[in-house]
T-cell receptor, first 113, second 114 residues
Framework: DQQVKQNSPSLSVQEGRISILNCDYT??????FLWYKKYPAEGPTFLIS?????DKNEDGRFTVFLNKSAKHLSLHIVPSQPGDSAVYFC????????????FGGGTRLMVKP | DSGVTQTPKHLITATGQRVTLRCSPR?????VYWYQQSLDQGLQFLIQ???????AKGNILERFSAQQFPDLHSELNLSSLELGDSALYFC?????????????FGPGTRLTVL
């Protein structure tokens, strides 16, 4: 049973446009959400996070939105750059699960020049 | 560079064999996590150690075991290997095991079981 799902395995966007990556979760015990970025032959790198008490968190070109009622979060990248091309993983933590991360399957983003 | 090191980078072995993957956490980090990423799938949490003691267990098979040593490095032991164990194995570390400490990931060990 996948508790965190990223339904789009891939996304292609033109440079300068907005990239929107989506993530859905089923476990209502999750209270903290993170996005990781992964380049080939490297480990995932933390990008941005959001607590369940917020509905938006912004860091430069990256914004994460959380809709708790829909159990949905999204990552917006504006403007997209070719260097953003990578696999993006959504992850979640439960308040009673220590620091254990539950990951989605990832979305491969390709930003075309 | 996250500061987390993993060795070896690649490992090719046969079914039924036993292998050991090694992880050195970032300097000062006391907590170590192991994750498995099978082909085209997300990372699955296996096990967490904090300062030498097991802290949390995820979907780790009984054929797999791990430990964290006094110098804080960790080893993941995989035995009686099967074809389905072929995957990327990531180690991550954090300063403490609490919920909001960011985890820093190593580059992974790619295990191929033939």
């Amino acid at each position: 049973d996948q508790q965190v799902k990223q339904n789009s395995p891939s996304l292609s966007v033109q440079e300068g446009r907005i990239s929107i990556l989506n993530c859905d979760y089923t476990n209502s015990m999750f209270d903290y959400f993170l996005w990781y970025k992964k380049y080939p032959a490297e480990g995932p790198t933390f990008l941005i996070s959001i607590s369940s008490i917020k509905d938006k968190n912004e860091d430069g070109r990256f914004t994460v939105f959380l809709n708790k009622s829909a159990k949905h979060l999204s990552l917006h990248i504006v403007p997209s750059q070719p260097g953003d091309s990578a696999v993006y993983f959504c992850a979640a933590k439960g308040y009673n699960a220590g620091n254990m991360l539950t990951f989605g399957g990832g979305t491969r983003l390709m930003v075309k020049p | 560079d996250s500061g987390v090191t993993q060795t070896p980078k690649h490992l090719i072995t046969a079914t039924g064999q036993r292998v050991t993957l090694r992880c050195s956490p970032r300097s000062g980090d006391l907590s170590v996590y192991w994750y498995q990423q099978s082909l085209d799938q997300g990372l699955q949490f296996l096990i967490q150690y904090y300062n030498g003691e097991e802290r949390a267990k995820g979907n780790i098979l009984e054929r797999f075991s791990a430990q964290q040593f006094p110098d804080l490095h960790s080893e993941l032991n995989l035995s009686s290997l099967e074809l389905g164990d072929s995957a990327l194995y990531f180690c991550a570390s954090s300063a403490a095991p609490s919920s909001y400490n960011e985890q820093f990931f190593g580059p992974g060990t790619r295990l191929t079981v033939l």
